[in-house]
């Protein structure tokens, strides 16, 4: 029996954890980038070099779009014109301009399976990990492939308004609110010598080895960052105008759960600091 194909367009650490992931589950895989120096990252995995994105696309039942959400949302009219009978898989971070991309094809023959994965390219294993499902025409089907290429994560349903106010609040918000913090330890000539600190530097460690383009998909394509973002800013302004506000609030934030995490950070510091030495 002949493998199933796939091709994945984007050879970023996201295109090419894809790509490992297919070859696992037994697809043959090709990988596209316009940028070729991309392409020597995957020797060794069992995966190919596309020689040409238009024989690939012939040859390949399904389509993985590891470019992000603007990228995704130029490439994907031009593919539902120019392949059919074929899954196309975005992974892209950000939904709304994929949707908008998306909204003149409804009649198109190709499947669309519109995803995110709520994990980084460093994951080895999938148990415990949570992946983001929207429904675009045939949700049934469309969520038999999310199960087929993601299994055993936790697939969560959401529609595209959903999704993209969740993540300005998860993605955007939080790395916009480290880069002010760490922007205002830097300007008060502040090290991060207390174990707060610390612990925060850790945290801010996956979001600052980010790829700039990534950063800027989540923080600025996200249609609802700037309502989170001011939303924000005014509990901010709560705890400049008001102190006792933010003690109301760490009272009724502190629980068992958050406090037994402490315990856990300083292993994690621990463990850090002990490959440093």
Known sequence: MDRKRALVIGAGPMGLWMARNLARRGYSVAIYDKNRNKLKKIEGYGISAAKSLKEALSTSSLIVLAVGASNAAALLPKLMSTVSGKTILDISSIKTPVAKALAKHQSNSNMVVLVHPLFGPGTKKLKDKNIVFIPFRKPIEEYRVCEEVFHPCKILRMSVETHDRKMASAMALPRLLILALLKSWSMADVKPLTVSQKALMLVASPMLSESPNLFKEITEKNPYTEETLTDAVKTLN?????????????????????VKGYAKIYQLLEEAASKTV
């Open 238 to 258: 709560q705890f400049r105008n008001n102190p006792s506000t933010a003690s109301r609030i760490f009272k009724q934030l502190q629980t068992k759960k958050l």
